[in-house]
């Protein structure tokens, strides 16, 4: 009990006190899951459409692969990318592993899947009449994706959040992958991991308290941005 | 109707793409070298120690990645790591034969060293030969705390087992956590059992972690831990930083990296690293 007090007062003490190394490490996250998120998002929401909207033999078992890979373990992914970037493996020239490019391509994979699923369940719940309306308005096919999507928005939003959460908290894909080389790779979550088997519990709870925090932050701002699109 | 929400939406974009600002790119005109190496000189405090020392002399600045003992080993294998510094010295003379390393040497060494629940209930503290306690905690079934990850510590613990041809995989005594060092000292203090341990770690973070725990078996020549360098061998893989990388190797080994190392205390005052390059 006294570790999770003493978590407490550290995250406070920290959280005044931010030093640069904090900061960066903060940054870093920040940057690290950003760019996954962007990254799915603009490969996900075009394709959560295309399946939602367009038929094409196999579909139903591509959403179920997306929906399986909703819950794929982050250890393997990371595995994965290691073995795909490694010096020895196929993509090795590119010299990627152990720089933050390296995370942001095991979390783009993390994050993807719930993305699609979360998107096409929102695109695919959408009312038939707005298609119907907007076609007979004479809108191209393109155009009333676009508007199936806008319609779609809010519940395209909570498949972004909720791939925000999934990479925000992740460890063991970017751990592999990163390194956790102190000042270049290392985020938040590998901060906490390090301090929890150096056995310094207080920082690694107060880190902790931090970054579920800044998550709180963001997900109270998406919210918001989320709810004023709904009012309307 | 729509077009409020397009603009909207069109904020979560810019906010996304504000959050990732370009990253700062590995081939900036800071010469880096990557060093493959193991939990117990990072989570020591070896490395922020004397690292810095190093980079300000060399201008090169030192990555570690810190794993296992076999993990470092096979990222170096895989030329992932320029450099290679781990603590497994059969390990790294097998891969230097195989062509990997090049230029490995010695660099300090600590001892390894038994540990056990603080009232002792084997009597362990009575016996001299490291190989004589083991003998005792498997044939009185007392739980074992194994590293279980092919780490230096690990290979030490194995060959110890070998020597008394027992084979203490899937007994019910013997807990695999597979866990870095610290955290298997944890373990056996949760488990009131004996572990075997590096003193590096054990006096670094015995009273941290309020671990009630001793040693009980110390000195025994069988539990020297040898620390070694070597360089990924640039033939195997062309885009090693090998001249970097020998930068490195030459000032551990110099008499200023040496002094270096016989210099860093824990906060205790403990010397946790005996320097012996040749």
Same mark, same amino acid.
């Given at each position: 009990?006294?570790?999770?007090?003493?978590?407490?007062?550290?995250?406070?003490?920290?959280?005044?006190?931010?030093?640069?190394?904090?900061?960066?490490?903060?940054?870093?996250?920040?940057?690290?899951?950003?760019?996954?998120?962007?990254?799915?998002?603009?490969?996900?929401?075009?394709?959560?459409?295309?399946?939602?909207?367009?038929?094409?033999?196999?579909?139903?078992?591509?959403?179920?692969?997306?929906?399986?890979?909703?819950?794929?373990?982050?250890?393997?992914?990371?595995?994965?990318?290691?073995?795909?970037?490694?010096?020895?493996?196929?993509?090795?020239?590119?010299?990627?592993?152990?720089?933050?490019?390296?995370?942001?391509?095991?979390?783009?994979?993390?994050?993807?899947?719930?993305?699609?699923?979360?998107?096409?369940?929102?695109?695919?719940?959408?009312?038939?009449?707005?298609?119907?309306?907007?076609?007979?308005?004479?809108?191209?096919?393109?155009?009333?994706?676009?508007?199936?999507?806008?319609?779609?928005?809010?519940?395209?939003?909570?498949?972004?959040?909720?791939?925000?959460?999934?990479?925000?908290?992740?460890?063991?894909?970017?751990?592999?992958?990163?390194?956790?080389?102190?000042?270049?790779?290392?985020?938040?979550?590998?901060?906490?991991?390090?301090?929890?088997?150096?056995?310094?519990?207080?920082?690694?709870?107060?880190?902790?308290?931090?970054?579920?925090?800044?998550?709180?932050?963001?997900?109270?701002?998406?919210?918001?941005?989320?709810?004023?699109?709904?009012?309307? | 109707?729509?077009?409020?929400?397009?603009?909207?939406?069109?904020?979560?974009?810019?906010?996304?793409?504000?959050?990732?600002?370009?990253?700062?790119?590995?081939?900036?005109?800071?010469?880096?070298?990557?060093?493959?190496?193991?939990?117990?000189?990072?989570?020591?405090?070896?490395?922020?120690?004397?690292?810095?020392?190093?980079?300000?002399?060399?201008?090169?600045?030192?990555?570690?990645?810190?794993?296992?003992?076999?993990?470092?080993?096979?990222?170096?294998?895989?030329?992932?790591?320029?450099?290679?510094?781990?603590?497994?010295?059969?390990?790294?003379?097998?891969?230097?034969?195989?062509?990997?390393?090049?230029?490995?040497?010695?660099?300090?060494?600590?001892? $390894?060293?038994? #540990?056990?629940?603080? @009232?002792? +209930?084997?009597?362990?503290?009575?016996? %001299? !030969?490291? &190989?004589?306690? $083991?003998?005792? #905690?498997?044939?009185? @079934?007392? +739980?074992?705390?194994?590293?279980?990850? %092919? !780490?230096? &510590?690990?290979?030490?613990?194995?060959?110890?087992?070998?020597?008394?041809?027992?084979?203490?995989?899937?007994? %019910?005594?013997?807990?695999?956590?597979?866990?870095?060092?610290?955290?298997?000292?944890?373990?056996?203090?949760?488990?009131?059992?004996?572990?075997?341990?590096?003193?590096?770690?054990?006096?670094?973070?015995?009273?941290?972690?309020?671990?009630?725990?001793?040693?009980?078996?110390?000195?025994?020549?069988?539990?020297?831990?040898?620390?070694?360098?070597?360089?990924?061998?640039?033939?195997?893989?062309?885009?090693?930083?090998?001249?970097?990388?020998?930068?490195?190797?030459?000032?551990?080994?110099?008499?200023?990296?040496?002094?270096?190392?016989?210099?860093?205390?824990?906060?205790?005052?403990?010397?946790?690293?005996?320097?012996?390059?040749?």
């Amino acid at each position: 009990m006294d570790s999770i007090i003493e978590g407490f007062k550290k995250a406070f003490i920290l959280i005044f006190n931010l030093n640069t190394e904090l900061l960066g490490i903060i940054f870093l996250s920040l940057k690290v899951s950003g760019s996954a998120l962007l990254v799915s998002a603009v490969i996900g929401i075009p394709l959560s459409a295309i399946l939602g909207l367009k038929k094409f033999p196999a579909k139903g078992f591509v959403i179920s692969l997306m929906n399986t890979f909703m819950g794929l373990p982050p250890v393997v992914v990371g595995l994965f990318v290691y073995i795909l970037l490694s010096r020895s493996g196929p993509l090795g020239f590119m010299g990627l592993l152990y720089t933050p490019s390296a995370m942001v391509i095991a979390q783009t994979i993390l994050a993807l899947p719930i993305v699609v699923s979360l998107c096409h369940s929102a695109i695919v719940g959408v009312d038939p009449i707005i298609k119907q309306a907007s076609m007979t308005l004479g809108a191209t096919p393109f155009q009333t994706t676009i508007t199936i999507i806008k319609e779609a928005r809010y519940g395209i939003m909570s498949g972004v959040i909720a791939a925000f959460g999934r990479v925000m908290a992740e460890v063991g894909a970017i751990l592999i992958v990163g390194g956790n080389i102190a000042g270049y790779t290392r985020v938040v979550t590998t901060t906490i991991a390090l301090e929890t088997d150096k056995g310094n519990f207080e920082l690694a709870l107060a880190l902790g308290i931090i970054l579920l925090t800044i998550s709180l932050l963001i997900n109270v701002v998406l919210h918001f941005i989320q709810k004023k699109g709904m009012v309307k | 109707m729509f077009k409020g929400g397009i603009t909207k939406f069109r904020g979560i974009f810019l906010l996304m793409i504000l959050s990732c600002v370009f990253f700062p790119s590995a081939s900036s005109a800071e010469t880096r070298i990557r060093c493959a190496s193991t939990t117990s000189t990072q989570n020591s405090g070896l490395f922020d120690y004397i690292l810095p020392i190093f980079e300000k002399k060399a201008g090169i600045k030192v990555d570690v990645v810190a794993v296992g003992t076999g993990a470092a080993i096979e990222i170096g294998k895989r030329g992932d790591a320029d450099v290679v510094f781990v603590h497994a010295k059969e390990q790294e003379l097998k891969a230097v034969q195989e062509g990997y390393f090049v230029n490995r040497h010695d660099v300090m060494y600590n001892d $390894f060293v038994i #540990i056990g629940p603080a @009232n002792d +209930p084997l009597k362990i503290k009575a016996i %001299k !030969s490291a &190989t004589e306690a $083991f003998k005792k #905690i498997a044939e009185s @079934n007392y +739980p074992f705390v194994s590293r279980g990850d %092919k !780490s230096g &510590t690990h290979t030490k613990e194995l060959s110890i087992w070998k020597k008394l041809v027992i084979e203490p995989e899937g007994h %019910k005594w013997y807990l695999e956590v597979g866990q870095g060092m610290e955290k298997t000292q944890r373990i056996a203090n949760e488990k009131r059992a004996y572990t075997l341990t590096d003193r590096g770690t054990w006096l670094a973070t015995k009273d941290k972690d309020r671990l009630e725990m001793i040693i009980v078996l110390e000195g025994d020549p069988i539990l020297f831990n040898q620390y070694g360098v070597m360089a990924v061998n640039p033939q195997k893989h062309k885009h090693v930083k090998y001249k970097e990388a020998m930068e490195f190797i030459n000032w551990l080994i110099s008499k200023e990296g040496q002094h270096t190392i016989a210099s860093f205390k824990d906060k205790d005052r403990n010397q946790l690293f005996i320097p012996n390059a040749k």
